[in-house]
């Protein structure tokens, strides 16, 4: 009786594992098949336009590392989703504009440019400020939101932090609608580092641009990635963040301070997605209310697909999600505007075959 009950116990495991062995087979063919055709058979793109993809890719896939990493920490040190984390890098983005907007006001004429202002007089010192007041704000709203939507709520069940999450997503949207209106801003750079303008490198006989503001924001990106990497690994702070991801009960009898670790570590995650978010202003040019949920939802995507609780799986995950995004609607002979159905279909396929994500963050231990 008990062989018989084990069989019939493993016998839907069993089915359920083949159904998705023939669903994976099945999509890794239809998949080859298309990036076949038009790598070979139509030879839709040349070689140039692989690289202006892959550039893309990469300047976007930097800023989703960013802010995935905001969702891993927050995950690694309470094993909650930050939903909110999408609306800490908008807030981050109108920091940056406002002080842009600012600094393209105040007068600093010369001899030669009587009508020159601030703004482009210092236009390295006028980005530096944008990034600090974009960390700032950000970094103050997801302080704000730790104390207020989720550590009355620490003990609760796991639902009512998520709830609240979706909650707080859902004020900040509708509270910058009504302080800031609903319009589209133009993000204003400085004219040196103006949109459309860069290094133009031949390839294939074709001019490819290198555009200032993409270079910006991805060196601007591994530079904080790699930062943030030594200060877990390294730091009095970062030891005292990966002991409270382990076991917060220990470390607070070892003298850890646990609410002032998840504090600091919201504070962080909130700066990473500020400087995010005046990337994402700096270069793509727009910023609105509704401008952090669908990256925040995508840089959520790429937390799972690099394994949730893991830091290089966080950079890794959206490095890799920028390039997919960006080149796959290519390589599979689809329309662009399907960019996201590829980005959330890749969610769902991880969800599926590699919860655990590609660097397999499986166990809290290994988190952080």
Do not use: C
Not at 236 to 246: E, N
Not at 278 to 295: A, D, S, T
Request: aromatic share 10%; hydrophobic share 55%; net charge positive.
């Amino acid at each position: 009786m008990t062989a018989l009950s084990s069989v019939s116990f493993k016998t839907p495991q069993l089915v359920a594992r083949i159904i998705r062995s023939v669903i994976g087979i099945i999509v890794v063919v239809w998949a080859a098949m298309r990036i076949y055709n038009v790598l070979f058979v139509n030879q839709a793109y040349g070689l140039d336009t692989w690289v202006r993809f892959g550039i893309t890719g990469l300047i976007i896939g930097g800023m989703y590392a960013l802010i995935a990493i905001g969702y891993t920490l927050v995950y690694g040190i309470l094993g909650m989703i930050n939903f909110a984390h999408g609306e800490v890098m908008m807030i981050g983005t109108f920091g940056g504009y406002f002080v842009l907007e600012a600094l393209a006001a105040i007068p600093a004429p010369t001899l030669a440019n009587p009508d020159l202002n601030f703004l482009n007089a210092q236009p390295l010192l006028s980005i530096l400020l944008a990034f600090l007041a974009g960390t700032l704000a950000a970094s103050l709203m997801g302080y704000l939101l730790e104390k207020i939507a989720y550590r009355p709520l620490r003990n609760a069940p796991r639902l009512a932090p998520l709830i609240s999450a979706i909650g707080a997503s859902i004020f900040l949207q509708n509270a910058v609608q009504l302080l800031f209106s609903p319009q589209l801003r133009d993000y204003t750079n400085p004219d040196a580092l103006a949109r459309g303008t860069g290094w133009s490198i031949e390839i294939a006989g074709s001019q490819v641009l290198v555009t200032y503001t993409g270079v910006l924001s991805f060196v601007l990106s591994i530079l904080l990635m790699v930062g943030l990497y030594v200060l877990v690994q390294k730091t009095r702070i970062g030891r005292a963040m990966r002991a409270v991801a382990q076991d917060k009960k220990t470390a607070a009898l070892m003298g850890v301070d646990v609410d002032a670790v998840i504090s600091q570590t919201f504070i962080i995650s909130g700066a990473l997605a500020g400087a995010a978010g005046v990337m994402w202003g700096i270069h793509n040019g727009l910023v609105y209310y509704f401008l952090g949920f669908i990256p925040g939802i995508k840089a959520f995507t790429a937390a799972v697909l690099g394994g949730i609780g893991n830091i290089p799986g966080a950079m890794l995950g959206g490095l890799v999600l920028g390039l997919v995004e960006s080149i796959g609607p290519a390589a599979l002979g689809i329309d662009f505007q399907l960019k996201d159905v590829i980005a959330f279909l890749i969610l769902v396929l991880v969800l599926i075959f590699r919860p655990s994500g590609l660097l397999g963050a499986a166990s809290v231990e290994e988190k952080l």
